[in-house]
Protein backbone atom coordinates (compact mmCIF):
# COMPACT_ATOMS: atom_id res chain seq x y z
CA UNK A 1 0.00 0.00 0.00
CA UNK A 2 1.08 3.22 -0.95
CA UNK A 3 1.62 5.40 1.70
CA UNK A 4 1.42 9.30 1.88
CA UNK A 5 4.17 11.70 3.12
CA UNK A 6 3.58 15.71 2.73
CA UNK A 7 6.30 17.94 1.21
CA UNK A 8 6.58 21.53 1.74
CA UNK A 9 9.65 22.51 -0.55
CA UNK A 10 9.88 25.37 -2.32
CA UNK A 11 12.72 24.84 -4.45
CA UNK A 12 11.02 23.19 -7.87
CA UNK A 13 14.28 21.50 -8.92
CA UNK A 14 14.92 19.36 -5.26
CA UNK A 15 10.69 19.11 -5.14
CA UNK A 16 10.78 17.13 -8.00
CA UNK A 17 14.07 15.38 -6.91
CA UNK A 18 12.39 14.35 -3.68
CA UNK A 19 9.13 13.29 -5.02
CA UNK A 20 11.06 11.18 -7.66
CA UNK A 21 12.94 9.78 -5.08
CA UNK A 22 10.07 9.18 -2.51
CA UNK A 23 8.28 8.00 -5.51
CA UNK A 24 10.88 5.01 -6.02
CA UNK A 25 10.05 3.88 -2.26
CA UNK A 26 6.10 3.57 -2.97
CA UNK A 27 5.61 6.57 -0.93
CA UNK A 28 3.43 9.28 -2.55
CA UNK A 29 4.15 12.91 -2.14
CA UNK A 30 1.32 15.65 -1.46
CA UNK A 31 4.16 18.53 -2.47
CA UNK A 32 3.51 22.88 -1.47
CA UNK A 33 5.63 25.33 -2.45
CA UNK A 34 4.46 28.09 -0.29
CA UNK A 35 1.70 28.69 2.85
CA UNK A 36 -0.07 30.96 4.64
CA UNK A 37 -2.61 31.66 7.44
CA UNK A 38 -5.79 33.06 6.72
CA UNK A 39 -8.03 34.71 9.04
CA UNK A 40 -11.89 35.04 9.44
CA UNK A 41 -11.80 36.57 12.64
CA UNK A 42 -12.21 33.70 14.95
CA UNK A 43 -9.44 31.03 15.65
CA UNK A 44 -11.51 28.63 14.65
CA UNK A 45 -12.06 30.28 11.79
CA UNK A 46 -8.56 30.35 10.85
CA UNK A 47 -7.42 28.11 7.42
CA UNK A 48 -3.55 26.80 6.72
CA UNK A 49 -3.45 27.86 2.66
CA UNK A 50 -0.67 26.30 1.06
CA UNK A 51 -0.09 26.30 -2.81
CA UNK A 52 1.72 23.70 -4.97
CA UNK A 53 3.98 24.35 -7.61
CA UNK A 54 1.61 25.22 -10.51
CA UNK A 55 -0.32 27.98 -8.27
CA UNK A 56 -3.14 26.06 -7.28
CA UNK A 57 -4.27 26.44 -3.69
CA UNK A 58 -5.58 23.84 -1.39
CA UNK A 59 -7.07 25.26 2.34
CA UNK A 60 -7.16 22.89 5.85
CA UNK A 61 -9.26 24.59 8.62
CA UNK A 62 -8.42 22.91 11.60
CA UNK A 63 -10.36 19.67 11.31
CA UNK A 64 -9.23 18.97 7.93
CA UNK A 65 -5.97 19.10 9.26
CA UNK A 66 -6.44 16.74 11.77
CA UNK A 67 -8.05 14.73 9.52
CA UNK A 68 -5.41 14.69 7.25
CA UNK A 69 -2.47 14.11 10.20
CA UNK A 70 -4.13 10.84 10.05
CA UNK A 71 -3.59 10.14 6.63
CA UNK A 72 0.01 10.81 6.10
CA UNK A 73 2.54 9.25 7.49
CA UNK A 74 4.52 12.27 8.33
CA UNK A 75 5.16 15.78 7.08
CA UNK A 76 8.92 16.87 5.54
CA UNK A 77 9.39 20.73 5.70
CA UNK A 78 11.75 23.06 4.66
CA UNK A 79 12.98 25.85 7.10
CA UNK A 80 13.34 28.37 3.80
CA UNK A 81 10.16 29.15 1.89
CA UNK A 82 10.99 31.90 -0.76
CA UNK A 83 8.20 34.02 -1.65
CA UNK A 84 6.00 32.30 1.19
CA UNK A 85 3.80 34.15 3.81
CA UNK A 86 4.47 31.60 6.13
CA UNK A 87 8.36 30.24 7.23
CA UNK A 88 9.03 26.70 7.59
CA UNK A 89 8.85 27.27 11.33
CA UNK A 90 5.68 28.68 11.71
CA UNK A 91 4.28 25.59 9.63
CA UNK A 92 5.87 23.19 11.24
CA UNK A 93 4.37 24.86 14.57
CA UNK A 94 0.67 24.60 12.79
CA UNK A 95 1.23 21.23 11.20
CA UNK A 96 2.19 19.81 14.74
CA UNK A 97 -0.31 21.51 16.69
CA UNK A 98 -2.81 19.72 14.45
CA UNK A 99 -1.04 16.17 14.94
CA UNK A 100 1.21 16.14 12.21
CA UNK A 101 4.67 13.83 12.94
CA UNK A 102 7.28 16.59 11.26
CA UNK A 103 10.82 16.08 10.09
CA UNK A 104 12.47 19.26 8.86
CA UNK A 105 14.26 19.39 6.39
CA UNK A 106 16.97 22.32 5.97
CA UNK A 107 20.52 22.57 4.44
CA UNK A 108 21.44 23.85 8.03
CA UNK A 109 21.21 22.10 10.92
CA UNK A 110 20.94 24.75 12.98
CA UNK A 111 17.79 25.49 11.09
CA UNK A 112 16.59 22.24 11.44
CA UNK A 113 17.20 22.32 15.68
CA UNK A 114 14.84 25.39 15.53
CA UNK A 115 12.37 23.56 13.70
CA UNK A 116 12.49 20.60 16.45
CA UNK A 117 11.89 23.19 19.43
CA UNK A 118 8.92 24.18 17.37
CA UNK A 119 7.77 20.73 17.09
CA UNK A 120 9.16 18.46 14.55
CA UNK A 121 10.16 14.81 15.80
CA UNK A 122 13.67 15.17 13.75
CA UNK A 123 15.71 17.22 11.47
CA UNK A 124 17.59 15.86 8.35
CA UNK A 125 20.01 17.92 6.04
CA UNK A 126 18.27 17.72 2.06
CA UNK A 127 21.20 15.21 0.86
CA UNK A 128 20.50 12.76 3.47
CA UNK A 129 16.55 12.06 1.77
CA UNK A 130 18.51 10.63 -0.89
CA UNK A 131 20.41 8.56 0.97
CA UNK A 132 17.79 7.24 3.06
CA UNK A 133 15.35 6.59 0.14
CA UNK A 134 17.86 4.50 -1.93
CA UNK A 135 17.61 1.57 0.73
CA UNK A 136 15.10 1.37 3.72
CA UNK A 137 16.18 -2.13 4.70
CA UNK A 138 12.76 -3.23 5.87
CA UNK A 139 12.25 0.32 7.62
CA UNK A 140 9.58 3.10 7.04
CA UNK A 141 10.95 6.19 5.49
CA UNK A 142 10.05 8.26 8.65
CA UNK A 143 11.82 5.28 10.68
CA UNK A 144 14.57 5.68 8.42
CA UNK A 145 15.12 10.09 8.24
CA UNK A 146 14.97 9.95 12.11
CA UNK A 147 17.06 7.39 12.88
CA UNK A 148 20.45 9.10 14.64
CA UNK A 149 23.30 8.76 11.96
CA UNK A 150 27.35 9.06 13.11
Known sequence: MTKKILLVEDD?????????????????????????????????????????????????????????????????????????AMEGLEVTRELSRHGFTVVACSGLPSLNDQMIKAGAVAGIEKHEIFACSRGLNGETMLQSLTRKRP
Not at 36 to 54: A, P, S, W
Open 12 to 84: ITLGDLIVLALTRQDYAATWFVRARMERDGEEQDEKLVFMNDRGVETSFNAGQLRDAAKTFEFALVDYRLKGS
